[in-house]
């Protein structure tokens, strides 16, 4: 069972920066992909970027040039650097980890539990 424990959350004023970390174990392996996912007003799991093993990167187009993500496969850890935060970005936070991946919440079968992150203006 692979287990994903984010950390690096909270409240930010408009403008400025966070670092989200998530820390993989279990059968979630270095060439997984892993990514970032924000919930939505609706509950729902919107994409906001990933990374494969080998380093690739897409970001949804709304935090592109803002959010950048990158991996340690020595650390089993993903993090997600935020500058330039809006309040849009407000949200809870999910690292997800497939070994495939994709830009939507049901390709992906390992999930953390999240992690809280508010922008106020």
């Known amino acids: 069972q692979g287990q994903l424990v984010e950390s690096g959350g909270g409240l930010v004023q408009v403008g400025g920066s966070l670092r989200l970390s998530c820390a993989a174990s279990?059968?979630?392996?270095?060439?997984?992909?892993m990514a970032w996912f924000r919930e939505n007003p609706a509950k729902e799991r919107d994409f906001v970027a990933s990374?494969?093993?080998?380093?690739?990167?897409d970001y949804s187009d709304s935090v592109k040039g803002r959010f950048t993500i990158s991996r340690d496969n020595a650390k089993n850890t993903v993090t997600l650097r935020m500058d330039s935060l809006k309040p849009d970005d407000t949200g809870l936070y999910y690292c997800a980890s497939d070994k495939i991946g994709g830009d939507y919440a049901s390709y992906y079968e390992y999930w953390g539990q999240g992690t809280q992150v508010t922008v106020s203006s």
């Open positions: 990374i494969s093993g080998g380093g690739s990167t």
């Open positions: 279990g059968r979630t392996e270095s060439t997984y992909v």
